[in-house]
């Protein structure tokens, strides 16, 4: 992982930027239906993933609504180009897949 401040990247919660290929979703709160069963889905599929609440982080807040153009939680982002928001299990299957192939091509030595 590396590090970062809120003020210099907007999906960094806490200083923490995910991996290069790692997943953040972006929640509104424990009380966000769609958003837990999001991340109960990508846990149960091994994706690794960091939870940014844009209730409490505006600067997430306002990447979400203002550069990606979303209105509802979840969103789930990999890159800035592969995002999509809701629950959507076609975007989390198809998450595992590429995390899964990156993982073997790891393993394989590329």
């Known amino acids: 992982m590396t590090t970062g401040t809120a ?24 009380s966000c239906a769609r958003c837990n069963l999001t991340k109960r889905v990508l846990a149960l599929k091994g994706i690794p993933f960091m939870e940014v609440n844009i209730r409490d982080d505006a600067n997430a807040r306002r990447y979400v609504v203002e550069d990606l153009g979303y209105a509802e939680a979840p969103v789930v982002v990999v890159t800035d180009e592969d995002h999509g928001s809701g629950f959507r299990p076609d975007h989390i299957d198809r998450i595992a897949t590429f995390i899964g192939q990156l993982l073997d091509c790891g393993s394989h030595g590329g």
């Open 7 to 30: 003020e210099a990247d907007p999906r960094v919660s806490g200083g923490v930027v995910a991996d290069t290929w790692g997943v953040t979703v972006y929640t509104t709160g424990p």
